[in-house]
């Protein structure tokens, strides 16, 4: 059985996957405001995008290799998802 006060090995990807996913899904549209239309919010993926560079920083050090290249790669990609999201506006 496991302890719960020890995190499960792949619950911080699954963490952090899941932050990514929510910043995409606000960058695309693809949750619906009240009369199902597709609604952007760029401002709640950029403080997801923020929580997740927290995170980062907090954690330095203590990821492993995995998680580490894991949490780069979806920077990265919802990094360029919002400059892209910018350039559109401009």
Not at 12 to 30: D, N, P, R, T, W
């Amino acid at each position: 059985m496991n302890d719960p006060k020890q995190p499960t090995e792949g619950q911080f990807a699954v963490f952090i996957a899941s932050l990514a996913m929510s910043a995409k899904m606000q960058l695309e549209g693809a949750v619906e405001d009240n009369d199902g239309d597709p609604q952007i919010n760029r401002a709640m993926a950029r403080q997801t995008i923020e929580i997740l560079e927290m995170l980062g920083k907090k954690t330095s050090g203590n990821l492993d290799e995995r998680e580490e290249q894991l949490l780069g790669d979806l920077l990265y990609e919802l990094r360029l998802a919002y400059a892209a999201g910018s350039a559109k506006e401009e």
